[in-house]
């Protein structure tokens, strides 16, 4: 069974949890919000160096964010006034 297809453990888990994690702070450490995290905007990439890292559960494969298309950067003015509470994928928006 490939590592693509096959049910992540808890340790798996742990790593995309924490590259998705990392990702997030990064760009928030830019003053950028991505708002619309979900399942579909979480790509698999093959990274064949990644098995050698510990930090990256000797893994060979990375996740990335994608569909930054309804992000907003906080640093530019126009973005700021077109902050909508509403702008995401229904499913997964925080119900308030």
Request: charged share 30%; net charge positive; aromatic share 10%.
């Amino acid at each position: 069974m490939s590592v693509f297809t096959k049910p992540y453990d808890e340790p798996t888990a742990y790593v995309v949890i924490r590259q998705i994690a990392q990702a997030l702070k990064r760009v928030h450490e830019k003053k950028i919000l991505h708002l619309d995290i979900k399942e579909s905007n979480i790509l698999i990439n093959f990274n064949k160096e990644n098995q050698f890292k510990p930090d990256c559960g000797r893994l060979p494969i990375e996740f990335k964010l994608a569909d930054w298309g309804v992000s907003v950067d906080l640093k530019n003015p126009k973005s700021k006034t077109n902050v909508v509470y509403h702008r995401g994928t229904p499913k997964y928006m925080a119900p308030e």
